[in-house]
Every structure is written in structure tokens, then in C-alpha cells.
């Protein structure tokens, strides 16, 4: 029995009916028609597309008398990020041939391309699956892409953390076949599974997404307080080596509904290796039963832990897994996360380097950085390079020997590319998500105004705050907040078409939750409001203060 009480959503219903995600798919997919209807939009979303416009022609268009410019955006779902590449290789030539020409790295390390015909959909699975890569799951009420510290897993591609995050994916993965016989022109494809639906799915799947992330024990790359079910590896004084489980963390909310709101995770448990899947299961469980079904911007777990508390939560958890959970562990702090950008070296001696990105997307700019040329050059020249996206939505590059430093130094130079020093102390740590022009959510713009904001920021850190010091910035369209703007230092966030609301006072540790200091600031006017609270920071700090620690500790309400 459920903690809400109403009528379940249609898209409950849907997903009901629709004979493990089929539903209209087949036929839909097969038709003329440049859209689809609103059950295969849902359904789709399973198989990792999303039904979407091209809203900076919508005015047009309209005036024209025309129906919208119906485009696709898929997202390919890549376990902790790690690519070959072969792999990148194949996702830089679909950017071509059936997208809007760029790849864009999503803050859940994984892919996505825009601007996709439908027609597009089943060559771009079909290319995706040959190179063992799948956008299933990559969106839907279920397990989403498994995120883990890129770096943990590129420098020990076979350890523990590797491991982990590749079994994760795919025992979460929905056993439901429908996706190869859509997609891969009916054809078995590699990762394909089959036998009943998984039983923490059920007929009707979750009543939400369900996000997964698993930290580095020394830096919080991931923001793993910001995910469903956050994994940590830690020791525990009698059993030894395991993990530190956490449950509830969110950071959407909506302007429309008082009820939602952002939330880190709870401590559940610690859970040695063996314990683990079974734990996650009954979680899974837990939350199909309890999730609320009625209200779709309030379905997810976050609720569920929130409302009963995180006690009764783990009753609840130890009931469905039959067996009692142990305490978690206490006093468990997290360092500050890393960028992983700039050039180190792997325990094996040999070299990784972390690219910016900017905002995720690789594309070559007229006239400007020739990123997706320069990528597409070295992971030609150099095969055996490993790759991984990270929660930052940057690159890294790892496997490089010593001796090739230069040249790829060189490669990166020439294009444009510049290395992680030569970034500004505010452009280096700078997120924004996709919003406009495809996100049918954006209230304002993003990624394309990042550059601008990142601008007024630097102007009003250097002539008003300690210049050089890194600040971290994350800018989103709308409170959903796909950057996690609320746990950075600044959060910059979409309120109406030409305004946003500031937050304040986050931080790298990914910890704490940041704080409303102004609503409704024009965009250029950011810089403008920000220049005195860096002043303020400048001259009141305690000794090495970051400005997240000192806003939460004296500019914020
Ligand atoms: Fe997100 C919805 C983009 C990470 C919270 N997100 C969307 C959609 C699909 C819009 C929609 O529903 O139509 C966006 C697609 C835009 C486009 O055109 O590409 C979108 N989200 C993204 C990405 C691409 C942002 C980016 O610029 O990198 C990230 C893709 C992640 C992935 O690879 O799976 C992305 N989204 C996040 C995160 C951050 C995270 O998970 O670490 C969050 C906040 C954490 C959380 O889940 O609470 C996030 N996205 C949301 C929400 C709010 C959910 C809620 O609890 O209310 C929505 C709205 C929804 O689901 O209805 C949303
Ligand atoms: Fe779209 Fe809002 Fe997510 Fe940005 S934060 S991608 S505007 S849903």
C-alpha cells in the first residue's frame, strides 16, 4: 500500500498497458509522421529518447502556419563514463550522420546527441549496439546510467570500483526485451537480456527515475549526496572493507509545487560486497511500493525517505530484504571533489589528462576551439588511449605514455584547445545544462549564455575578490537542476525568460544544500551583484576561506 492517496498518473497507466515498453512503439517508429503520441513519448523515454522541438524556431514557424520542427534527443547510457576509443570514434561519426553535428557529455557521464529525425533513431541504436554501447535505460522510471569517479575506474579499469559500476548497470538494467526488437532491427544484440521483467520493476516500473552514483572514498566527484542510492567505499572497524550506503538525495524541484523540494541523501547502512545487490534490491522494492504513483514531480524516493524518516525507511528496506540492516557508519565526511582536469599520473606510471569541455559539448566552433576535430585526431592517433566523461561533464584521457605528453599537448594547442591552467578561476568549474534551444523545461537559457556569465563572473571576481581563486559555478534553465547547481558555490538558476535566482553558499564537498540569496536577477546584472559579495569575501574570510564556506557561513539569510 502506498503513503499517497489519488489517482494515479496516465503515465502509470501507460506504462501498465504497454506489454513490458512496447506500447504503440512499434508502429510509431515505423510511420511518416515526424512525432509521435503522447504514450510513445513516455515509453520512449525508456529506450533513452526524448520526443522533443526545436523551440528557437517555434515563433517562426508558428507565424508561418507550420507544425513544430519535431527532433529526437538520445541519450546513450555509459557506465561510470569509460569509453574506448573505437567507441568515441563511432559516437563522433553518428554526431554526423544522424545528429545535430556535436556530442554532448551530460553531467551523468553520459552522451547525448540532438537534433535526431525520427527516422535516425533505429540507424543510430543499431550503430550504438555494434560498438557495445545502448541508450536503454539511458532516461524512464528505472536505474538510470550508473555514475562512478572516472578516475578511480580509469586507473584501475579491473578493481573494485570498476567492477562495480559495470555489474551495476547491468543488474539493473530492465530484463524487458522491447528495446532490441524496436531499435536493433530485430536482430540479438550483445547486451541483450531475456526472461521475466526484474520483480523491483514490476509491471509498472518505478514511480520515477532512480539514480545511482558511486564515490571516490577521498573526493566527491560524483555529488554523491545528490543521488537516490549513493555508494562510498569505506571501512568498517569489525568486517573490514565495504560500503557506506546512502538514500534520498534530489535536487529537483518545481516553482509550481510547494511540496517539492531538494534533499541530500541519508546514511542507510554499511554493506559489505556480498550484501550489496540484495540491499539495492530491496530498496528498489522498497520504493515501488511506496513511491508516490499520483504526483509525478513528487514521485521520487527523496519523498518516500522524507516522509517516513530514515528509520522507518530501513525497516521498511529490512523487511522486503529479510534480514536486519546494520547501522551505517558514523562521523563519515567526504573531501572536497576534484576536477580531474589538467595532466597526472596513474599508479601504472603512465599519464591521464582531463579536458575541459564546456558544458559538455564537443563541437567545432567557426572561428573558435576545434575541440570535436582535436578529439576525433587523437583517439585516431592514439587507439589505445581509455576515455571517460565525467560528473563535470568534461573528458578524461588516460593510458598515455610518458613520452606522448607533448604531442598531445601539441594536438590540443593547435585546435584551440586550451589546457587546464590557461582556464579562468570561475570558467574551470563552471556547469550549465542543456536548456534551451531542445529542453522542453527551460525557463531560461544555459549552456549557450554559460560563456557570458562565465565572463561577468571573472570580471567581478578580479576586480572585486581575490582573483585567482577558483569559485565554482553551476547554471541551470529551470529548478530541476541538471547542472546541480544546489550544492555548488554559486547557483545560478532559470526563473523567467530573462531572469534568474541566485543561491549561495555550496561547496565542492557536495554537502551541503546552498541557500536562496536574491530572486529575479536580469542576466546582466549578475555580475553586477555578485562583484560586493566577493569584495565581502575578499576582506572577511578567515584564513584559505572558499567562498562556498564563507557565504553559507556569513552571506546567506
Ligand atoms: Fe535532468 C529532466 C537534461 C542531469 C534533474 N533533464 C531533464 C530533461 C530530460 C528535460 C525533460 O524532461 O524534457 C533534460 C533534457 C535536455 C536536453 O535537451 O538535452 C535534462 N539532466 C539533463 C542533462 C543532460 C544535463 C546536462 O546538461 O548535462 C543531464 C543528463 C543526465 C544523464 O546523463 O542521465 C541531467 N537532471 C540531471 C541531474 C543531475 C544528476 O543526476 O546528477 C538532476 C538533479 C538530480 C536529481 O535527479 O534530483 C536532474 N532532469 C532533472 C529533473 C528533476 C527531477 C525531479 O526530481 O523532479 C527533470 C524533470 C523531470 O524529470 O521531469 C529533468
Ligand atoms: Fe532543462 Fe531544467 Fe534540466 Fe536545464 S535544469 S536541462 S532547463 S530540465
Known amino acids: 500500500m502506498g503513503l499517497w492517496s489519488g489517482e494515479e498518473t496516465a503515465v502509470e497507466a501507460i506504462k501498465r498497458s504497454s506489454d513490458h515498453l512496447r506500447g504503440p512503439l512499434a508502429g510509431e ?60 570514434l563511432a559516437l563522433d561519426r553518428l554526431a554526423d550522420d544522424v545528429a545535430d553535428g556535436t556530442i554532448r557529455l551530460t553531467t551523468r557521464q553520459a552522451v547525448q ?145 510547494d511540496a517539492t523540494f531538494a534533499r541530500l541523501a541519508d546514511p542507510l547502512t554499511f554493506a559489505t560486497d556480498a550484501e550489496l545487490t540484495p540491499l539495492i534490491e530491496a530498496v528498489l522494492a522498497t520504493y515501488r511500493d511506496l513511491g508516490d504513483r499520483t504526483d509525478r514531480r513528487h514521485a521520487r524516493l527523496k519523498y518516500v525517505v522524507a516522509e517516513l524518516g530514515i528509520d522507518a525507511f530501513a525497516a521498511e528496506v529490512a523487511e522486503r530484504l529479510g534480514a536486519q540492516l546494520r547501522p551505517p557508519l558514523e562521523a563519515f565526511t567526504f573531501a572536497p571533489g576534484d576536477d580531474h582536469l589538467g595532466w597526472a599520473t596513474q599508479p601504472d606510471g603512465n599519464l591521464r589528462v582531463g579536458i575541459r569541455i564546456g558544458a559538455g559539448r564537443i563541437a567545432d566552433i567557426d572561428g573558435g576551439p576545434q575541440l570535436r576535430s582535436a578529439l576525433r585526431h587523437l583517439a585516431t592517433t592514439y587507439r589505445g588511449l581509455k576515455m571517460a566523461v565525467t560528473a563535470e561533464q568534461d573528458l578524461v584521457l588516460a593510458g598515455i ?124 546584472d549578475l555580475g553586477a551583484t555578485m562583484a560586493p559579495l566577493f569584495a565581502r569575501w575578499e576582506q572577511e574570510r578567515t584564513d584559505g576561506e572558499t567562498f562556498g564556506d564563507f557565504a553559507a557561513r556569513v552571506l546567506v539569510p
Open 29 to 88: 517508429l515505423a510511420s511518416d509522421a515526424p512525432n509521435v503520441s503522447e504514450s510513445a513519448e513516455q515509453l520512449l523515454k525508456f529506450h533513452g529518447v526524448y520526443a522533443q522541438d526545436h523551440r528557437d524556431s517555434r515563433r517562426e514557424r508558428s507565424v508561418a502556419g507550420l507544425p513544430l520542427e519535431f527532433i529526437f534527443m538520445l541519450r546513450v547510457a555509459i557506465p561510470g563514463g569509460r569509453l574506448t576509443t573505437e567507441q568515441y
Open 401 to 524: 605514455s610518458a613520452g606522448d605528453r607533448a604531442a598531445i599537448d601539441q594536438v590540443l594547442a593547435d585546435h584551440g584547445v586550451r589546457s587546464a591552467e590557461e582556464l579562468g578561476p570561475v570558467e574551470r568549474n563552471a556547469l550549465a545544462c542543456v536548456a534551451l534551444p531542445t529542453c522542453s523545461q527551460a525557463l531560461a537559457e544555459a549552456e549557450r549564455k554559460l560563456p557570458d556569465l562565465v565572463t561577468q563572473l571573472e570580471a567581478a571576481l578580479l576586480s572585486s575578490g581575490p582573483g585567482g581563486e577558483r569559485v565554482q559555478l553551476r547554471l541551470t534553465g529551470c529548478p530541476n537542476g541538471c547542472a546541480r547547481p544546489t550544492v555548488a558555490e554559486i547557483g545560478i538558476v532559470g526563473r523567467t525568460k530573462s531572469s534568474y535566482d541566485l543561491y549561495l553558499g555550496g561547496g565542492p564537498r557536495g554537502d551541503r544544500l546552498n541557500t536562496l540569496v536574491a530572486e529575479k536577477v536580469k542576466f546582466d
Open 113 to 257: 546527441f540532438h537534433g535526431v529525425a525520427k527516422a535516425g533513431l533505429r540507424p543510430l541504436v543499431t550503430e550504438l549496439e555494434r560498438n557495445l554501447l545502448t541508450s536503454f535505460a539511458g532516461c524512464g522510471d528505472v536505474v538510470r546510467n550508473v555514475v562512478a569517479c572516472p578516475v578511480c575506474t580509469l586507473d584501475d579499469p579491473v578493481g573494485e570500483l570498476a567492477t562495480l559500476t559495470d555489474h551495476l548497470a547491468v543488474a539493473f538494467r530492465p530484463a524487458s526485451t522491447a528495446y532490441y526488437e524496436l531499435f536493433v532491427e530485430g536482430k540479438p544484440a550483445v547486451s541483450r537480456e531475456v526472461g521475466p521483467e526484474r520483480s523491483f520493476y514490476g509491471e509498472t516500473y518505478l514511480p520515477r527515475k532512480f539514480k545511482i552514483g558511486i564515490a571516490n572514498p577521498d573526493e566527491n566527484c560524483i555529488d554523491v549526496l545528490a543521488q537516490d542510492l549513493g555508494i562510498t567505499p569505506a571501512v568498517h572497524e569489525e568486517l573490514g572493507a565495504g560500503y557506506q550506503v546512502t538514500v534520498g538525495g534530489g535536487l529537483g524541484r518545481s516553482y509550481a509545487n
